[in-house]
């Protein structure tokens, strides 16, 4: 089945920084990639997601890159707020129509 | 959007008993929905896939016994916890593939104690 690695598990910056996180999979035929923000105790938000079809989506400060062939995607968090720490998961569609989530990445972004 | 219900949010119940928690489609049609569990710091790990009108699919080491999945209508998915442990205290979360490969929704997640 689908494997999802996630990197790194924790991530602090700085107000005003970039923040990158990056996840691997291992099935070749997973085509959706989205990527979740989840607070403590409540369901994950889709912030971005991305198809097999593009390399990069971009919404305000938020994008995510698809490298197909090296089968990893990457989400990239410009110009952090404190509003912005949370825990991140990447996620990928398996083709059995079911998501297998990375392991997560605590955010945390220092005024 | 497609909007998913689920109830309760908390509960606690002792060792021993069950419980049932309920996940239900409010705009939509769902034949599919999937059972996730999320331990303390932990990703979501796929328990299993509750098909309507037939039986559920279960990840492997998911012990279908003991978490009871009943898909009957297109609107209504639930999960019981059967003789639960406190091992079983987890938060539990139910999601639905929104049309085709549109997207996924959640459910708001239960958070089953057991004592």
């Known amino acids: 089945g689908e494997n999802v690695e996630q990197h790194p598990s924790t991530l602090s910056v700085q107000e005003g920084d970039s923040a990158v996180i990056k996840c691997t999979y291992s099935?070749?035929?997973?085509?959706?990639f989205p990527w979740y923000k989840q607070e403590l105790g409540k369901r994950p938000q889709l912030i971005i997601d991305?198809?097999?079809?593009?390399g990069e989506k971009k919404d305000q400060r938020i994008a995510v890159t698809l490298n197909k062939t090296a089968k990893h995607f990457s989400l990239h968090i410009t110009e952090t707020q404190p509003e912005d720490s949370a825990v991140y998961f990447c996620?990928?569609?398996?083709?059995?129509?079911?998501?297998?989530f990375g392991s997560g990445t605590r955010l945390q972004v220092q005024p | 959007g497609a909007v998913v219900s689920q109830h309760p949010s908390r509960v606690i119940c002792k060792s021993g008993t069950s419980v049932k928690i309920e996940c239900r489609s409010l705009?939509?049609?769902?034949?599919?929905m999937f059972w996730y569990r999320q331990f303390p710091k932990q990703s979501l790990m796929l328990m299993a896939t509750?098909?309507?009108?037939?039986?559920?699919?279960?990840e492997q080491g998911v012990e279908k016994d003991k978490f009871l999945i009943n898909h009957a209508s297109l609107t209504l998915s639930t999960l019981t916890v059967t003789s639960a442990h406190p091992e079983d205290s987890s938060f539990y979360i139910c999601?639905?593939?929104?049309?085709?490969?549109?997207?996924?929704?959640f459910g708001s997640g239960t958070r089953l104690t057991v004592v």
């Open positions: 999601s639905v593939m929104v049309g085709g490969e549109a997207g996924y929704t």
């Open positions: 099935d070749s035929a997973s085509n959706y």
């Open positions: 705009d939509f049609q769902a034949t599919t």
């Open positions: 996620a990928a569609n398996t083709g059995r129509r079911a998501l297998t």
């Open positions: 991305i198809r097999s079809n593009v």
């Open positions: 509750s098909n309507e009108g037939s039986k559920a699919t279960y």
